[in-house]
């Protein structure tokens, strides 16, 4: 309580510190408000997209380098698979590696000639292989470099998991290549890194005779990996499946960042249980990218690391050069703002001295303003305000009059449709004095459609009165027809106080009387015009349909296009038939119909129109379910 009772008196004695200041001071402090708060919010999310873009740029320039360096190990992989299969599928080297007795000197001369110098080639014409072994687990014969007894690599790791598979492909990945002519020479091995593929076999099956191994060296098999190029910027690893991580020794992010190992390693075996990768990586201060492809086919990831560092600058270059670039703007806008206020503020005082007299009842002699903007505008319209204020009061006593002679005039009108109708009435007796009922009955409903049309009190009507003027309709235009058209209503009860449009039925029920019905004699003798009421979820569905020639596909499409359009472009087609008459009218009509009851009930109600060639012409008026007086009825 004591917190927002101290709350409001701070923010009291602000807005009435702030009410003393100048108006040019409260300006010049809006102006900076209004200008402040755009260029901080144009400013954050400028530089939020410029670090996306940096950052996305990285990322694509980065992946497609570690997508070509895919491909190639991809191009590797399939050679040294070549040449593996080569070997392993040579019926004479299995007879050679399962011989269980030391050959004779033919035999072995006969095999080196032939099967040896081919696996020989093999190698040779494939200069990224470093070594092709075939180990046989008898006696038999060596033939240095290429065949040896497998009791000789027998207790190597590799060799132990390779022999399990039974045929299968297996890949070993090692930092240094124990080459056996080398071991055996007494050299130390190689400090490179190299890639094994090996392949048991069995002749028969399950009987293991020995095995073949295509060695090739990291550098050759992922070059981007080993490069010796200077790069600070990015450095690509290769994970085996039993993430040992293989990349070049010098200039490594691994010296720097002692966690980084242990992190890649981590993600690795949570994406190879998730398949979720986050490639964002912090540390001691500094930002990297972690961009990482799987490589299937060898059980093993190829991961390219990206350094941030030279992104994170251009990205606080460009900052720092938004932040300055506002605090320039601000202070320019500030100085422009303080020398107009001064211009400004001098005419305002005059116009107010000016609007002071005119309040203590002096008369207006005009104020001019020299070089417009705002102020000028307003004095310009505060003349024109006091010139219309004159013009309003010579004004009123004219409006008076004239109000007074439009309810006159209206007063007139309504005593002309009273003779009019009274005139009706006088016919319609003499009539019935001749006992013409045809003439007397016809002048009733003309009579009760005049009413209709003349007494126009509101848009809508109970559906009772639409329908009964329907029915004189009917009654006056079968006068003119030797076989009558029949009306026939299926409503019921209840639906009567429903709310209609007024005059919203009867121009689709004239355009079935006007076009329903070629005049052909057979199809005379029997027309039928029907109205059927149904509801769904709230709205009400009125069908006017007639019996009549229907409407061809054609006709029924520019009908639609007719009603349907916002404003009359072309002629419709008649409605129902050819249509002797005008052949816009049923299109006019209808689409009248139409906005109207989008116009006063929205854009989900209107018309619908239906026709089977020489059969029906159907039109379907969607509505709410409205009482007359503005309730939704239950």
């Known amino acids: 309580m004591r917190l927002g009772k101290r709350t409001g008196a701070i923010w009291e004695s602000f807005f009435y510190w702030w009410g003393r200041r100048s108006l040019q001071s ?26 996306n873009t940096y950052v996305k740029d990285a990322v694509d320039k980065n992946s497609y380098l570690l997508q070509m360096e895919k491909l190639h190990i991809n191009n590797q992989i399939e050679v040294m698979e070549r040449a593996v299969q080569m070997a392993y599928e040579d019926k004479e080297v299995k007879d050679y590696l399962a011989n269980t007795e030391e050959p004779d000197l033919v035999e072995l001369v006969d095999f ?10 093999v190698q040779y014409n494939n200069p990224n292989i470093e070594h092709l072994r075939l180990y046989s687990n008898s006696n038999v014969h060596e033939m240095w470099p290429i065949i040896f007894r497998e009791s000789r690599v027998a207790s190597e790791p590799w060799y132990q998991k390779a022999e399990k598979l039974k045929g299968q492909f297996s890949w070993s990945f090692l930092n240094s290549d124990r080459d056996l002519l080398e071991r055996f020479y007494g050299q130390k091995p190689k400090l490179v890194p190299k890639v094994s593929l090996l392949r048991e076999m069995s002749i028969p099956e399950d009987n293991h005779i020995g095995m073949v191994q295509v060695d090739m060296l990291l550098e050759r098999f992922t070059p981007k990996t080993y490069t010796t190029i200077q790069d600070s910027q990015s450095q690509m ?5 039993e993430m040992q991580l293989f990349t070049r020794p010098d200039h490594s992010f691994l010296k720097e960042n002692g966690k980084m190992a242990a992190a890649i390693t981590d993600r690795l075996q949570s994406y190879n249980k998730t398949g979720d990768w ?51 703007f601000i202070i320019l806008v500030t100085v422009i703002a303080y020398v107009l206020n001064a211009f400004i503020l001098k005419n305002l005082r005059r116009l107010t001295e000016t609007m002071k007299k005119v309040r203590r009842g002096e008369a207006y002699t005009g ?14 319209h505060f003349s024109k305000l006091m010139n219309t204020i004159n013009t309003l009061v010579a004004q009123a006593v004219q409006k008076q009059a004239l109000s007074k002679e439009a309810e006159l005039r209206t007063l007139h009108n309504q005593i002309d449709a009273h003779f009019l109708y009274n005139t009706l009435e006088n016919i319609k007796m003499l009539a019935e004095m001749e006992n013409q009922r045809t003439i007397s009955d016809a002048l009733t409903s003309l009579g009760g459609m005049m009413r209709y049309n ?24 079968n006068i003119r027809f030797e076989y009558p058209i029949v009306l026939k209503l299926r409503i019921e009860a209840h639906y ?15 355009n079935s009387v006007k076009h329903a019905w070629t005049g052909d004699k057979e199809e005379m003798k029997e027309r039928i015009i029907c109205i059927d009421i149904s509801e769904s979820e709230g709205d009400i569905f009125i069908a006017v349909h007639d019996n009549g020639i229907g409407l061809t596909a054609e006709r029924q499409a520019t009908l639609n296009e007719s009603v349907y359009a916002v404003k009359e472009e072309q002629p419709a087609a008649s409605f129902s038939g050819t249509g002797a008459s005008n052949p816009r009218a049923s299109g006019i009509g209808l689409r009248n119909v139409h906005q109207r009851l989008q116009l006063f009930y929205g854009g989900a109600y209107g018309l619908e129109v239906q026709s089977e060639p020489g059969k029906w012409t159907t039109v379907f008026m969607t509505l709410p379910k409205v009482l007359l007086t503005g309730d939704k009825q239950p």
């Open 26 to 51: 409260r300006l010049i402090a809006a102006y900076i408000f209004i200008i402040l708060g755009p260029c901080l919010m144009v400013s954050f999310y400028s530089y939020k997209a410029i670090n």
């Open 112 to 121: 080196n000639t032939n099967v040896f110098r081919n696996i020989t080639r």
């Open 237 to 241: 690893f290769l994970v085996d499946g």
């Open 278 to 328: 986050d490639m964002h990586y912090t540390e001691n201060g500094k930002s990297f990218l972690l961009i990482n492809t799987p490589l299937d086919r060898i059980n093993a990831h190829l991961l390219n690391v990206v350094s941030m560092e030279g992104v994170m600058k251009e990205i606080s270059h460009t900052r720092n050069l938004i932040i300055g670039v506002n605090i320039g």
């Open 367 to 380: 104020i001019t303003i020299r070089g417009g903007g705002e102020v000028g505008e307003l004095a310009h």
């Open 454 to 477: 003349f007494k126009w009190s509101g848009e809508y009507v109970k559906l009772r009165d639409e329908v009964r003027h329907i029915e004189n309709y009917i009654e006056v235009m």
């Open 496 to 510: 009567l106080e429903l709310e209609v449009l007024k005059m919203s039925l009867q121009p689709i029920v004239e």
